[in-house]
């Protein structure tokens, strides 16, 4: 119990930030609501509590990246336009990795050099994607396109790793042994996906340390999420100056992505990765032909 407690005191440091920084906002904030975004109620918060909540859970099962489920979420179901969803869904990231990725630190499941090869560049890259975005925000349709684009990736990846009933080729080691030139642009890409979109990375970065890097499983999980702290937090600090964050809903997205990572790691073993990766697999195709046909004018439910 003990052991437990200590664990979690990165959790409550991060909810306490999130605690804080939400009482400041909202005792000292400005509530003027941007043109588009839906008005703050209790049942609105608390549905983007579950949603933080239900990805938080995903991500801790399956190395999958919140902002997946959070953004088509936000933008086609609860009416937030798709500037303001992928601004907000980045930032709340933030808090997620920072817990995610202290907690592989303590436990030495991440390679040091990799993180800073990847984020060092990475962070290069979401600039230049934050760039590109705020030129694309008076674009959502285009925006949207391409967000339906990089779905795609994720979507194929899981639902053929679902369907072969197979996960990430297991290997052992303690370090990711590829030149950091490689890394470096890998990271670069991937960021400048980022500061696009706003998906965070883990998406990519999983995937892309185990095949193209042959990175061992467990030290690729920690690497990827300590390398989308800076990504995260440089692309949601961007965001959140240039006005595409919805502040309230990010804390909330925030903390229940951090309460629900905690779940999703302490109940990993009584659920079937692959077949979790098929259902959400169609999931994220779905999402996908949603945004590229809404590029068309045609709208499916």
């Given amino acids: 119990m003990k052991d437990w407690l200590k664990k979690q005191i990165p959790t409550g440091v991060i909810l306490l ?3 804080v920084v939400a009482a400041f906002h909202f005792g000292f904030g400005k509530h003027t609501l ?3 975004v839906p008005e703050v109620t209790v049942g609105r918060m608390a549905l983007l509590l579950i949603v933080g909540f239900l990805a938080g859970i995903l991500g801790g099962i399956i190395g999958t990246g919140g902002c997946s489920v959070m953004l088509p979420v936000m933008h086609f179901w609860m009416g937030y336009p798709a500037p303001l969803a992928v601004g907000t869904t980045l930032f709340a990231v933030i808090f997620t990795a920072i817990s995610g990725g202290y907690g592989h630190l303590v436990r030495k499941n991440l390679d040091k050099r990799a993180v800073m090869w990847l984020g060092g560049i990475g962070v290069i890259g979401v600039a230049i994607g934050s760039w590109l975005f705020t030129k694309l925000s008076e674009q959502s349709a285009l925006l949207g396109f391409i967000l339906g684009i990089l779905f795609l990736w994720p ?8 369907i072969r009933h197979s996960g990430l080729p297991q290997k052992e080691g303690t370090s990711i042994d590829a030149s950091g030139i490689g890394l ?7 960021g400048l996906a980022t500061g696009v979109a706003g998906l965070g990375g883990g998406y990519a970065l999983v995937p892309g340390l185990i095949y193209l890097f042959g990175a061992p499983v467990y030290i690729t999980m920690g690497t990827s999420l300590a390398t989308m702290i800076p990504l995260a937090l440089v692309g949601g600090v961007i965001k959140l100056a240039g006005g595409f964050v919805d502040l309230s809903a990010g804390l909330v997205l925030a903390a229940g992505t951090v ?3 905690q779940v999703g790691a302490a109940v990993i073993k009584r659920f079937k990765p692959t077949t979790l990766k098929l259902i959400f697999g169609i999931y994220f195709l779905y999402v996908s032909v949603k945004f590229i046909t ?3 004018g045609i709208k499916i439910w």
């Fill in 294 to 296: 809404a590029f068309f």
């Fill in 17 to 19: 930030v999130i605690a």
């Fill in 155 to 162: 979507a194929l990846r899981m639902i053929w790793e679902g």
């Fill in 184 to 190: 470096g642009v890998f990271g670069l890409i991937v």
């Fill in 34 to 36: 941007a043109e588009g």
């Fill in 259 to 261: 309460v629900g990572a």
